[in-house]
Nanobody, 125 residues
Framework: QVQLVESGGGLVQAGGSLRLSCAASGRTFSSLVAGWFHQAPGKEREFVAA????????YYADSVKGRFTISTNSAKNTLYLQMNSLKAEDTAIYYC??????????????????WGQGTQVTVSS
């Protein structure tokens, strides 16, 4: 069993930056694929970024490439999302997710067994 707790959300002006954290407990992240998703009001939860913890490969949605960076800290068992050059359309609840199994598409919410509670990011224009 894995518990995920996000932090770092808040209100920021357009063009600003935030760093989200996702702390894992219950087991290490080392064998997991981990990702970030966001969900705006009235919309479905969408893929933002993913990382394969052991190999370090990272993947991003086209809308955040060049602005967001996903990273990990094995010693702290923590996943991060550095968000720069934020836009109003980035406003959403951000969720971290993780899964120990191989296979499946990292962009699909169904790929992930474990989810955090979400953290609100609001970008004012």
């Amino acid at each position: 069993q894995v518990q995920l707790v996000e932090s770092g959300g808040g209100l920021v002006q357009a063009g600003g930056s935030l760093r989200l954290s996702c702390a894992a407990s219950g087991r290490t992240f080392s064998s997991l694929v981990a990702g970030w998703f966001h969900q705006a009001p009235g919309k479905e939860r969408e893929f933002v970024a993913a990382v394969y913890w052991s190999g370090g490969s990272t993947y991003y949605a086209d809308s955040v490439k060049g602005r967001f960076t996903i990273s990990t800290n094995s010693a702290k068992n923590t996943l991060y999302l550095q968000m720069n050059s934020l836009k109003a359309e980035d406003t959403a609840i951000y969720y971290c997710a993780a899964d120990p199994r191989s296979g499946g598409s990292y962009i699909r919410t169904s790929r992930y067994a474990y989810w955090g509670q979400g953290t609100q990011v609001t970008v004012s224009s």
